[in-house]
């Protein structure tokens, strides 16, 4: 089954763009049952069986190893991203700031699995209906976040900076935005640059953002994953994850962010294996494989 993209397309769980959360929660469970974990998210694997996708939910589970679907890289490759972004908010909580975004949140738990100084609020950001399927399944396994969380359910191709200032958000203080797996084609480069645009006009001086992108525009992530989904194809999961991405973004957005007063610092895919201990295995780290993604973090500069 395809579902192209197009402007006012679903963001289905299990089919469509939304099955690539459920795709990198099922990498998030297997990476977290491996000995010495480099990361450990214990609601992944019951969040990507609620979602309904077999195949994920034997990977998430052990059942099926990685390696017998010819996709051996990802719990590392995922788990690593993982560390990386999960480390990012620690060091933005230091600075004092308490105010959280996480843009396209999809089936993210950090709210749930990270350690919060008191009065630090999470924001979320997704589909209505991404957000009310991992409340109401996280709720069923009684689970409680371990700081206050606001749910901000609307599309980010609508209007969700007013949705985010509805919820409470507080434009005039300092906030961590993090935006994990979004501007690497999700988004037509029109609608990414947007979004660069409302963080910043969102952020005070002193705010922090996280975020991976696609290096160049000549290709997209879905592309990049194309030969593995042949193999799941065969196990009877056929999503087209080349169709489920715009082929297009910005050409460089680390370079945007400056532009827009962000003071930058750009990471590898190699420095986060090398951060976490982790071996590039069967990963393809030059500019043509899993490389080709980068990854930033930044803090909003004052006026000078």
């Known amino acids: 089954m395809t579902m192209n993209r197009s ?19 099922a990498a998030r469970a297997a990476a977290s049952r491996r000995p010495d974990p480099i990361i450990n998210d214990k609601f992944a694997e019951p969040l990507v069986r609620a979602a309904g996708v077999e195949l994920f939910a034997r990977l998430a589970s052990g059942e099926l190893e990685y390696a017998d679907v010819g996709s051996a890289w990802m719990p590392d490759y995922f788990g690593a991203r993982t560390r990386f972004f999960d480390a990012f908010f620690p060091a933005a909580t230091s600075a004092g700031i308490r105010q959280v975004v996480i843009v396209g949140s999809g089936l993210d738990s950090r709210a ?28 069923r396994l009684g689970a409680d976040p371990k700081t206050e969380v606001r749910p901000v359910g609307i599309d980010l191709r609508q209007d969700w900076p007013a949705a985010l200032r509805a919820a409470g958000f507080d434009p005039a203080a300092p906030a961590a935005w993090l935006a994990e797996g979004l501007m690497i084609g999700y988004l037509p480069g029109d609608a990414q640059d947007r979004m660069l645009e409302q963080i910043t006009a969102f952020s005070a001086p002193g705010s922090r953002l996280a975020a991976d992108y696609l290096r160049s525009d000549s290709a997209s992530v879905g592309a990049m994953i194309l030969r593995t989904a042949e193999d799941w194809r065969l196990r009877g999961y056929d999503v087209d994850f080349g169709a489920l991405t715009y082929a297009r973004g910005p050409k460089d957005v680390e370079s945007s962010l400056q532009a827009r007063g962000w003071q930058t610092v750009s990471y590898r895919l190699t420095d986060l294996l090398t951060a976490a201990g982790v071996a590039d295995g069967g990963m393809d780290t030059s500019p043509d494989g899993h490389g080709a993604m980068d990854y930033v973090t930044a803090i909003r500069r004052g006026s000078e």
């Open 7 to 25: 402007d006012n397309d679903t963001w289905d769980l299990a089919r469509s763009v939304g099955a690539t959360a459920t795709m990198v929660a």
């Open 112 to 139: 749930y699995r990270l350690d919060w100084p008191p009065g630090t609020v999470v924001y979320e950001i997704d589909q209505p209906e991404v957000i009310a399927f991992k409340n109401a399944t996280l709720g």
